[in-house]
């Protein structure tokens, strides 16, 4: 696997960790108990750290591609594992 690949697929597996990691940790004005701003939403966050949403997503990232490419080395999930339909009628699977 060439390492612009690695980079891609690990810039893809950060980018879906961030985002599924944003609404851990995070609490409302009402739940802190600050003042609300005029015209602020109930549910927006009070107490929001990007910087520690990138350090997480960065460890989760991580640990996701390592596994994805030990899985590309090893082989141990092939698309023949995941195939749930079968091999269409008609069709030879070409022999290497």
Do not use: H
């Amino acid at each position: 696997m060439e390492i612009t690949s690695v980079i891609a697929i690990y810039a893809l597996f950060w980018v879906m960790s961030a985002f599924l990691l944003l609404p851990f940790g995070i609490q409302t004005a009402d739940e802190v108990g600050a003042k609300k701003v005029p015209g602020q939403a109930d549910s927006a966050p009070a107490n929001f750290k990007p910087g520690r949403v990138a350090i997480r997503a960065t460890f989760v990232a991580a640990v996701l591609c390592a596994v994805y490419i030990a899985n590309y080395v090893q082989g141990w999930i092939t698309v023949d594992d995941i195939n749930i339909f079968g091999t269409p009628a008609g069709y030879e699977t070409p022999t290497s």
